[in-house]
């Protein structure tokens, strides 16, 4: 019974904050305050609140605005069902750890932010840069205070930083964005581990291969096509802050 009273106020909050991460990810392209009533982007009516209810109101309206009859985007239900899901997913990953809280904090913001980075990334073609760097400062803020060492934690942000900027050096600037650069400080900051940081690169690569090759194939890419680098290094950053050891543990276990 307690498990499913926090199971629902875990789903809750994430479908609020996914809501909020929707309306922070347009605003922050738009160089707009995120204070203020929420409005649609394509006829700039506010929205009222009956309409702005997460998921349901997408639902209720058919997805389209009550007022221009616009379509409205499958990007809102989705990152608001995927933030619900992750939150729910590391609640109940951390919540037999001694430092709940502290814990609980840190990767409920940093997979909020790699959810930003995913969506911002993936239509736009750009890292958000002051995302990337606010959290970079937390992140080193949050790992000292759960414990870890910050000799090992900027030596991790160090080798992870150098991995891009020699990955960005060799390809003449092609291969991928000066922000995947300090998007890899930011991994590095996060994820003081070097196992941990060689699996969201194995997931990120992986993934991103196969989507292009996919892509090649469908005719929807051609082989010069530029493809963001950014949503597959967040994508594989979340696989590894939920399931990382059990997939390290996996993959150890081939050999033994």
């Not at 990953?93 to 980075?117: C, G």
């Not at 530029?226 to 996996?250: C, E, K, S, Y």
Request: glycine residues 6%; hydrophobic residues 55%.
């Amino acid at each position: 019974m307690i498990n499913l009273f926090y199971l629902i106020l875990v789903i809750l909050i994430g479908l609020v904050i996914g809501s909020f991460l929707n309306c922070f990810i347009w605003r922050l392209h738009e160089d707009e305050s995120v204070g203020g009533r929420s409005y649609c982007p394509k006829c700039r009516h506010q929205i009222a609140w009956y309409d702005n209810i997460p998921v349901l109101s997408f639902i209720f309206l058919k997805a389209k605005c009550r007022h221009c009859h616009q379509p409205i985007s499958w990007q809102y239900p989705l990152v608001e069902i995927a933030t619900a899901i992750l939150f729910v997913l590391l609640f109940f990953k951390n919540i037999s750890s001694a430092s709940f809280a502290l814990l609980m904090m840190r990767d409920w913001l940093l997979v909020s932010a790699l959810i930003v980075i995913f969506v911002y990334d993936l239509r736009w073609q750009l890292v958000p840069m002051g995302v990337v760097w606010s959290m970079c400062v937390l992140m080193l803020v949050f790992n000292i205070l759960l414990g870890y060492s910050w000799v090992l934690i900027i030596i991790s942000a160090l080798v992870a930083t150098a991995f891009f900027w020699i990955q960005y050096i060799l390809t003449k600037k092609k291969g991928l964005g000066e922000g995947d650069i300090w998007l890899g400080l930011l991994l590095g900051l996060s994820f003081p581990n070097f196992s941990h940081l060689l699996a969201i690169l194995i997931i990120s690569y992986g993934a991103g291969s196969l989507v292009s090759l996919i892509l090649l194939l469908v005719k929807k890419k051609h082989r010069k096509s530029r493809i963001a680098l950014g949503p597959f290094l967040a994508f594989g950053a979340i696989i590894t802050l939920i399931w990382g050891d059990q997939l390290i543990n996996w993959y150890l276990g081939l050999f033994s």
